[in-house]
């Protein structure tokens, strides 16, 4: 068992919330804990609550790894949390050989990497598996045909964050947005209450947690207003989509509608945590004290859904200062 854990957050950005909930997890389970951050540059908020902090190559370099990796032995680093969509892919390529090291890395396989990045393959995997999705439409198709039904919901098929995302309502808007959104996908437009799902998958890949959160205020792509909610119906349904997928270890967050017919439709699988995280955290769905428990080798008791229902969250801007 170990009583001294270090944690590498990669590209840690704004992640101030997370990396508190790492570092108060570690305190309740009376582990010593060092927290190593790394950015692009000092400008990082999260960098800044940091006990270590290192500038590293950006994502796109092909030193980003290799200056990752010093990091990683600079400080015999145990556990590496991934929280960047762009990064993802990268760290997934490694973890086999980072395990061996003896450092874990909070990531799923390189395949499901892929399906969750890939909209479209995402869209497939859903579909096949007999899961409710927005339908896909051919662009080509689309831009060539006057008798199309609108609305249709425009997207990146490699993007996150709601980056690049416009609902179109006519053909004139169709043919501007899609000539502007890089690598364009044509879903149908759904409407509903809208969700995120925050699952915990274990070291031997169990799903051991699932915590819905409407999203009531939704700005940049991340939630600013959510509540817990216990949804049957997605829980079951998010239990067997992820057990199909086999994501993990970590923290899958996944989007969906609850529609007026009351049913779910999944749209996106992020193989990671989400920004809204925070809120599942404190209603009692403590991800960063379980993982560090599997990490340190406690034992753990992990109640699949024993957190507290409509817990709202309201977040606000803080600042992080840093005198240059």
Known sequence: MKNKITILFPCAGRRVSLLKSFRKAAKKLGLSCVIVGTDKDDTSAALQCCDHKHIVSTIKSKNYFKDSLAVIKKYKVDLVVPTLDTDLHIWSKHRAMLKKMGCTVLISTASVIKVCQDKRLTGEFL????????????????LKNNGNH???FLKPWDGSAAR??????????????SSRIPNCLVQSYTTGKEFTIDSMVDFDGEIRCIVP??????????VVKGITVKNEMIIEQTYNMLKKLKAGPGVITTQCFLTKENKVKFIEINPRFGGGVPLSI???ADFPKWILAMVAGQKIDIPFCKWRENLLMMRYDSEVWKKL
């Open 127 to 142: 579909t096949k598996y007999g899961f409710d999705t927005p339908k896909l439409f051919d662009l080509g198709k689309l």
């Open 150 to 152: 609108f609305p249709y």
């Open 164 to 177: 690049g995302s416009q609902k179109v309502n006519n053909q004139e808007e169709l043919r501007f947005y």
């Open 213 to 222: 959160r409407e999203r009531l205020e939704v700005r940049g792509g991340e």
């Open 282 to 284: 404190k209603a009692g």
